[in-house]
Protein backbone atom coordinates (compact mmCIF):
# COMPACT_ATOMS: atom_id res chain seq x y z
CA UNK A 1 0.00 0.00 0.00
CA UNK A 2 3.06 2.47 0.89
CA UNK A 3 4.97 1.39 -2.21
CA UNK A 4 1.15 2.69 -4.39
CA UNK A 5 1.08 5.86 -1.98
CA UNK A 6 4.54 6.25 -3.16
CA UNK A 7 4.30 5.75 -6.93
CA UNK A 8 1.10 7.93 -6.71
CA UNK A 9 2.92 10.95 -5.18
CA UNK A 10 5.95 10.86 -7.69
CA UNK A 11 3.56 10.96 -10.68
CA UNK A 12 1.54 13.32 -9.44
CA UNK A 13 4.83 15.35 -9.20
CA UNK A 14 5.94 14.45 -12.46
CA UNK A 15 2.70 15.47 -13.83
CA UNK A 16 3.27 18.93 -12.25
CA UNK A 17 6.56 19.92 -13.51
CA UNK A 18 5.06 18.68 -17.04
CA UNK A 19 2.45 20.59 -17.03
CA UNK A 20 4.31 23.83 -15.90
CA UNK A 21 6.84 23.10 -18.77
CA UNK A 22 4.23 23.04 -21.48
CA UNK A 23 2.02 26.03 -19.95
CA UNK A 24 4.80 27.92 -19.47
CA UNK A 25 5.66 29.79 -23.00
CA UNK A 26 5.21 32.90 -23.71
CA UNK A 27 1.39 34.37 -24.08
CA UNK A 28 0.58 36.15 -27.78
CA UNK A 29 0.39 39.68 -27.99
CA UNK A 30 2.85 41.13 -25.30
CA UNK A 31 4.50 43.97 -26.70
CA UNK A 32 2.87 47.53 -26.69
CA UNK A 33 0.58 48.26 -29.75
CA UNK A 34 -0.81 51.84 -30.38
CA UNK A 35 0.31 52.53 -26.75
CA UNK A 36 -1.19 49.73 -25.45
CA UNK A 37 -0.68 46.56 -23.49
CA UNK A 38 -2.06 43.38 -23.84
CA UNK A 39 -5.01 43.52 -21.42
CA UNK A 40 -4.67 41.40 -18.04
CA UNK A 41 -6.64 37.75 -18.15
CA UNK A 42 -9.46 37.74 -15.60
CA UNK A 43 -7.55 35.70 -12.86
CA UNK A 44 -5.58 37.61 -9.52
CA UNK A 45 -2.02 37.01 -11.27
CA UNK A 46 -1.54 40.29 -13.56
CA UNK A 47 -1.08 44.17 -12.38
CA UNK A 48 -1.30 46.54 -15.75
CA UNK A 49 -0.99 50.54 -15.01
CA UNK A 50 -3.09 50.64 -18.17
CA UNK A 51 -5.84 48.35 -16.36
CA UNK A 52 -9.11 50.14 -15.07
CA UNK A 53 -8.75 52.13 -11.97
CA UNK A 54 -11.64 50.28 -11.04
CA UNK A 55 -10.82 46.70 -11.45
CA UNK A 56 -8.64 46.68 -7.94
CA UNK A 57 -7.11 43.69 -8.22
CA UNK A 58 -4.96 44.08 -11.44
CA UNK A 59 -4.62 47.95 -11.72
CA UNK A 60 -1.17 49.68 -9.93
CA UNK A 61 -0.44 53.03 -10.83
CA UNK A 62 2.36 54.06 -13.55
CA UNK A 63 5.46 55.08 -11.98
CA UNK A 64 6.61 58.79 -12.32
CA UNK A 65 10.87 59.43 -13.15
CA UNK A 66 13.26 62.09 -13.19
CA UNK A 67 15.57 62.07 -15.47
CA UNK A 68 16.46 60.62 -19.07
CA UNK A 69 14.64 57.95 -20.63
CA UNK A 70 17.53 56.23 -21.74
CA UNK A 71 18.99 56.27 -18.00
CA UNK A 72 15.55 55.31 -16.58
CA UNK A 73 15.64 52.20 -18.69
CA UNK A 74 18.72 51.13 -18.18
CA UNK A 75 17.80 51.39 -14.48
CA UNK A 76 15.28 48.87 -14.80
CA UNK A 77 17.30 46.40 -16.64
CA UNK A 78 20.33 46.28 -14.84
CA UNK A 79 17.87 46.30 -11.38
CA UNK A 80 16.16 42.90 -12.71
CA UNK A 81 19.52 42.04 -14.12
CA UNK A 82 21.07 41.98 -10.71
CA UNK A 83 18.38 40.00 -9.13
CA UNK A 84 19.64 37.05 -10.55
CA UNK A 85 16.54 35.15 -11.76
CA UNK A 86 15.73 37.61 -15.04
CA UNK A 87 16.35 37.49 -18.59
CA UNK A 88 15.47 40.44 -20.83
CA UNK A 89 13.54 39.18 -24.12
CA UNK A 90 13.25 42.40 -26.14
CA UNK A 91 14.42 45.92 -25.49
CA UNK A 92 14.57 49.27 -27.37
CA UNK A 93 14.32 52.93 -26.60
CA UNK A 94 10.76 53.17 -24.19
CA UNK A 95 10.08 49.74 -24.46
CA UNK A 96 11.53 46.47 -22.35
CA UNK A 97 10.07 42.95 -22.08
CA UNK A 98 11.75 41.00 -19.19
CA UNK A 99 11.21 37.14 -18.39
CA UNK A 100 11.16 36.14 -14.40
CA UNK A 101 11.66 33.21 -13.42
CA UNK A 102 10.22 31.99 -10.17
CA UNK A 103 13.37 29.90 -7.69
CA UNK A 104 11.03 26.97 -6.70
CA UNK A 105 8.82 25.57 -9.35
CA UNK A 106 9.96 27.77 -12.31
CA UNK A 107 7.34 29.71 -12.61
CA UNK A 108 7.88 32.44 -15.70
CA UNK A 109 6.74 36.18 -15.00
CA UNK A 110 6.35 38.18 -18.25
CA UNK A 111 7.42 42.16 -16.74
CA UNK A 112 7.04 44.88 -19.43
CA UNK A 113 7.45 48.29 -19.06
CA UNK A 114 6.69 51.54 -21.62
CA UNK A 115 8.43 54.51 -21.33
CA UNK A 116 5.70 57.05 -23.86
CA UNK A 117 8.45 59.44 -25.32
CA UNK A 118 6.69 62.07 -24.70
CA UNK A 119 5.71 61.67 -21.04
CA UNK A 120 8.00 60.78 -17.41
CA UNK A 121 6.00 57.94 -16.91
CA UNK A 122 6.73 54.25 -16.49
CA UNK A 123 3.41 51.92 -17.76
CA UNK A 124 4.23 48.73 -16.21
CA UNK A 125 2.73 45.42 -16.70
CA UNK A 126 3.86 42.35 -14.74
CA UNK A 127 1.76 38.60 -15.49
CA UNK A 128 1.99 35.24 -14.40
CA UNK A 129 2.12 32.89 -17.22
CA UNK A 130 0.48 29.56 -15.39
CA UNK A 131 -1.92 29.09 -12.08
CA UNK A 132 -4.85 31.65 -11.07
CA UNK A 133 -3.50 33.63 -8.30
CA UNK A 134 0.37 34.70 -7.76
CA UNK A 135 -0.28 35.81 -4.18
CA UNK A 136 0.68 39.73 -5.08
CA UNK A 137 4.04 38.63 -6.14
CA UNK A 138 4.04 40.81 -9.79
CA UNK A 139 2.36 43.90 -7.54
CA UNK A 140 4.88 43.69 -4.94
CA UNK A 141 7.61 43.15 -7.98
CA UNK A 142 6.55 46.57 -9.27
CA UNK A 143 6.41 48.32 -5.62
CA UNK A 144 10.09 47.40 -5.31
CA UNK A 145 10.95 48.42 -8.54
CA UNK A 146 9.23 52.15 -7.85
CA UNK A 147 10.76 51.83 -4.26
CA UNK A 148 14.23 51.38 -5.90
CA UNK A 149 13.70 53.98 -8.94
CA UNK A 150 12.91 56.53 -6.36
CA UNK A 151 15.87 55.24 -4.77
Not at 74 to 79: A, G, Q
Not at 98 to 114: A, H, L, R, T
Request: hydrophobic share 40%; proline share 5%; net charge negative.
Amino acid sequence: MVRWISLFVVVLVIGFFVYIKVNNQPPEGLGVTAGLFKPCPTTPNCVSSQAEKSDAAHYIAPIIYHGSRKDTQLNIESYFLNQGNAQIVASELGYVHIEVKSSWFGYIDDVEFYLPEADSVIHVRSGSRVGYSDLDVNRQRIEKLETHLKG
